[in-house]
């Protein structure tokens, strides 16, 4: 037996349709899309979530809790083994984290995680560090300094308009 003498098992392998190619083809004229209509039409079909105009279920059932995602703190997450990997020994902040090729994009701070190990002494500078990332650090001789970024000013209340 040889790889040019192997073949399909019967019927696995099918013909294309070929739709709307005359009416001996068995699927000509309509094409298998029934007369008329919005499904019939090039680009027809309901969109996901509509059920023929009937209230759809989403808007059926009450709307529920708080969602408060838009205002997440998001943060880079940096683990302590690529912390071993990118650097020899100094000051590690932002800007050398973006420059290591570790964080990029926006983000509202950076986290070191306590993923692998370290054993160089570094000066870490971010905003966040979970305990064991510390722990790790400073075992190796290192320092771990938490940037705190300013509390937000509190709005002064408004004047009452006089009445007239």
Same mark, same amino acid.
């Given at each position: 037996?040889?790889?040019?003498?192997?073949?399909?098992?019967?019927?696995?392998?099918?013909?294309?349709?070929?739709?709307?190619?005359?009416?001996?083809?068995?699927?000509?004229?309509?094409?298998?899309?029934?007369?008329?209509?919005?499904?019939?039409?090039?680009?027809?079909?309901?969109?996901?979530?509509?059920?023929?105009?009937?209230?759809?279920?989403?808007?059926?059932?009450?709307?529920?809790?708080?969602?408060?995602?838009?205002?997440?703190?998001?943060?880079?997450?940096?683990?302590?083994?690529?912390?071993?990997?990118?650097?020899?020994?100094?000051?590690?902040?932002?800007?050398?984290?973006?420059?290591?090729?570790?964080?990029?994009? *926006?983000?509202?701070? =950076?986290?070191?995680? #306590?993923?692998?190990?370290?054993?160089? /002494?570094?000066?870490?500078? &971010?905003? $966040?560090?979970?305990?064991? *990332?510390?722990?790790? =650090?400073?075992?190796? #001789?290192?320092?771990?300094?938490?940037? /705190?970024?300013?509390?937000? &000013?509190? $709005?002064?209340?408004?004047? *009452?308009?006089?009445?007239?």
């Amino acid at each position: 037996m040889r790889l040019n003498n192997l073949s399909p098992n019967k019927g696995a392998k099918h013909r294309r349709k070929r739709l709307g190619k005359g009416e001996s083809s068995g699927l000509g004229k309509t094409a298998g899309r029934g007369n008329k209509g919005h499904k019939a039409r090039s680009g027809g079909g309901v969109r996901p979530g509509f059920e023929g105009g009937q209230m759809p279920l989403a808007r059926r059932l009450p709307k529920k809790g708080f969602n408060n995602a838009q205002f997440k703190t998001r943060y880079a997450i940096v683990n302590v083994g690529d912390l071993q990997e990118k650097f020899e020994g100094g000051i590690v902040d932002e800007s050398s984290l973006r420059t290591a090729g570790l964080v990029s994009g *926006a983000w509202d701070g =950076i986290k070191i995680l #306590g993923d692998g190990e370290i054993s160089r /002494k570094l000066t870490v500078q &971010v905003d $966040k560090v979970s305990a064991t *990332a510390r722990e790790k =650090i400073v075992a190796a #001789g290192g320092e771990v300094v938490e940037i /705190k970024k300013p509390a937000p &000013v509190a $709005k002064l209340p408004r004047k *009452a308009k006089k009445q007239a």
